[in-house]
């Protein structure tokens, strides 16, 4: 069927392709329907009993696929590879799920996972989804002040950690993070299950911290508790206009119909082919396509543990889909643009027997198309940009390869998937029309899969993602949809900035830099990068008397953001300037201050107070180098 025809059919008849696809889903008590009108958004098969670790590992043995790889490990970090099967990694589940069901673990109880790309970091996941336990993974690169905010908001019972993790030339040290943050929490976890590694164990805190090993010995193995389609199987957090994350939840039933369908009609994987996303499991991406689609899919999943660049070499990713036979493969563009910088006639790839290779999909930011262009100049495939958010958890647009792959628009990640009515709005709220800018928009309701709320915070739901457009979610992000319904997407109408394909909050950053106690007032934003996209920079105004040098209050800055919300923040430019460009009202004029440092156009804001600081912002951002080039 073509994909027309297929957007049409759901258009005409949501509960019918919903329930057609929930049957890929093994269900312990089938749902009586598909949609439910309740909660604040509308919630997917509510009334079915299911359990997301029977549908991604147990069903699979059963079927007889239990001698088949469900995990590749790969880490050119530490120069090793390993492979799980289906059957081992039932075992292994099991195992732990009943070593944290003896400690009292139980349905509805959350469980933090900090851990690196190691097998281990999916295995922990899935032990949670076995038993119901709801799991929140904080992705590795946060500090421990990140860590205990979401200590403090999801209140775990356990927290799942690593003893460290491995970034090219260093050993990150996971433990002492931990330990930072559960101290700087009100919050404290009854118990900690720590995942020795070689490369630098952990001291272990008596009575409170266990080694993943002994915490299992003579454990009886947990079966999959079946749970409703509308218990929550995890919350991810991810950043909002302020310090405090968004808790994105996910419902069971919607997340297991919604991945099934997505790895099937937009990657085209079927059982027993081998997928790869070179994420983290940090990110939703992680969650939704190292973790939970490939395997309920019943395919292989690769788990990464390593970068585009410098692990040894530009090379790696063609290395890594020759040796394990990936047949899809799913990366950031910042990736790819880190490999082109290093390799630009891409002859790393000429060197490997990429066969096995059927499309590459890119995510998490726009894809600009030279990078598309040049990686379909050496791969001879299609390269396909898809746009999703943590929120929604799976492509809100795409080109399905696995239905019918469309003629590919440079810059669009192509067409709604079925479930989504896309609209661009004006501020008003009217559609605009073919062309013209607006803000981006889904009819309500979201398909499964999506967030149905938000973590403790249901009113910051209604108010972040409702209110705006009644009758619409508000993706945040704005654009433009052409004569053939190809979306397109520029920007986000927000504060949130994309650095390397990691989204951040410049709020946050803002948060950070205003208690430094020499800063009066300041701003964060993010300018274009020819690397990762954006990079944050900060101004900042310090207090009448300081007299502490600029450079050094730089550099304080930078410090604090680092140990504060992580080094996967990036926040390495910051400068100090005598005043902030405002409007006479006293809002920042933010946006002025990015088409200056991207050295774009800009009409003099109406409003401002001052034009004469806009030179001043210029000559600042000149002395950090922007624009680029
Ligand atoms: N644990 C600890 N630290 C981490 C980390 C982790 N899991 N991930 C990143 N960091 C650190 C890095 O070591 C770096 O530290 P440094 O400032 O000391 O160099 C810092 O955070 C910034 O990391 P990053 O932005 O990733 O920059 P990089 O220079 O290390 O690598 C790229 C640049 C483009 C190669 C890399 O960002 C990349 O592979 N991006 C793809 C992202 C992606 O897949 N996103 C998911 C969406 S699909
Ligand atoms: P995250 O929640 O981290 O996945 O980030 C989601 C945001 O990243 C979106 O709201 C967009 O702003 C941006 N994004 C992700 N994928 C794309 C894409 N293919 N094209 C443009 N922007 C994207």
Excluded at 274 to 286: I, K, T
Excluded at 449 to 463: M, Q, Y
Excluded at 597 to 620: C, H, N, W, Y
Aim: net charge negative.
């Amino acid at each position: 069927m073509a994909y027309k025809d297929l957007y049409a059919g759901w258009k005409a008849d949501p509960e019918g392709f919903w329930m057609q696809a929930a049957a890929a889903i093994d269900w312990d008590r089938a749902p009586s329907r598909a949609h439910f009108d309740q909660g604040p958004a509308g919630e997917w098969f509510a009334d079915g009993l299911v359990n997301t670790c029977w549908n991604a590992v147990d069903r699979h043995v059963e079927a007889g696929r239990g001698d088949q790889p469900a995990i590749i490990h790969d880490s050119p970090i530490t120069g090793t590879t390993a492979s799980i099967t289906y059957r081992a990694l039932r075992d292994r589940v099991a195992s732990l799920a009943g070593a944290l069901r003896d400690r009292g673990v139980g349905k509805g109880d959350r469980v933090i996972i900090y851990m690196p790309m190691v097998p281990e970091a999916l295995e922990a996941m899935l032990a949670c989804t076995r038993i119901g336990a709801i799991h929140s993974v904080v992705f590795g690169g946060f500090a421990a002040h990140e860590l205990a905010v979401r200590i403090d908001d999801a209140r775990p019972r356990a927290i799942i950690a690593a003893s460290c993790g491995l970034e090219p030339g260093r050993v990150v040290p996971y433990k002492p993070l931990l330990d930072a943050a559960i101290e700087g929490a009100r919050h404290k976890p009854e118990f900690c299950v720590i995942l020795q590694r070689d490369q630098q164990p952990a001291q272990l805190v008596p009575g409170r911290d266990f080694a993943w090993d002994s915490i299992q010995k003579g454990v009886t193995p947990a079966d999959c508790l079946p749970v409703e389609g509308n218990h929550p199987a995890y919350v991810l957090y991810t950043s909002g206009t302020t310090g405090q994350p968004k808790g994105v939840i996910r419902h069971t039933a919607g997340h297991l119909v919604a991945l099934a369908w997505s790895m099937r009609n937009i990657y085209a994987i079927e059982a027993g082919d081998v997928f790869w996303a070179a994420s983290d499991v940090g990110w939703v991406v992680g969650h939704s396509y190292i973790c939970y689609g490939p395997l309920i899919a019943g395919a292989t999943t690769i788990v990464f543990e390593g970068k585009p660049v410098g692990t040894p070499d530009a090379g790696t990713f063609w290395r890594v889909i020759e040796d394990h036979k990936a047949k899809s493969f799913f990366t950031a563009p910042t990736a790819i643009r880190a490999v082109k910088r290093e390799d630009p006639k891409g002859d790393f790839i000429r060197r490997h027997d990429l066969s096995c290779l059927q499309a590459v999909f890119l995510a998490g930011e726009r894809a600009d198309p030279d990078t598309i262009q040049w990686l379909e100049d050496r791969l001879h495939l299609p390269v396909i940009d898809h746009w999703w958010q943590t929120e929604t958890g799976w492509a809100i647009a795409a080109n399905p390869l696995g239905i019918e792959a469309l003629p590919v628009r440079k810059g669009s990640p192509s067409v709604p998937m079925p479930g989504y009515d896309v609209q661009v709005l004006d501020e008003a709220g009217h559609p605009v029309a073919p062309g013209t800018l607006g803000a981006i928009a889904v009819r309500l309701p979201l398909p499964p899969g999506t967030l149905p709320s938000l973590w403790n915070a249901e009113d910051r739901f209604r108010a972040s993602y409702l209110a705006h457009f009644p009758g619409f979610y508000e993706t945040g992000d704005a654009g433009y949809v052409d004569e053939d319904g190809y979306l397109y997407i520029m920007a986000r109408t927000d504060d949130v900035i994309n650095v390397a394909g990691h989204r951040l909050s410049t709020g946050a950053m803002e948060e950070v830099l205003s208690g430094h106690p020499a800063v009066a007032e300041c701003a964060v934003i993010g300018v274009a990068d020819s690397l990762k996209g954006q990079m944050p920079v900060g101004f900042l105004c310090l207090k009448k008397g300081v007299d502490t040098p600029d450079a050094q209050v730089v550099r304080e800055v930078v410090q604090r953001v680092r140990d504060q919300i992580g080094p996967v923040a990036a926040f390495k430019l910051a400068c100090v300037v005598d005043r902030l460009p405002k409007t006479r009202s006293g809002k920042i004029l933010r946006a002025t201050m990015v088409k200056i440092a991207d050295g774009e156009e800009f009409r003099m804001p109406a409003t401002i107070d001052d034009p004469a600081i806009l030179d001043e912002i210029a000559t600042a951002l000149r002395g950090l180098g922007y624009p680029q080039g």
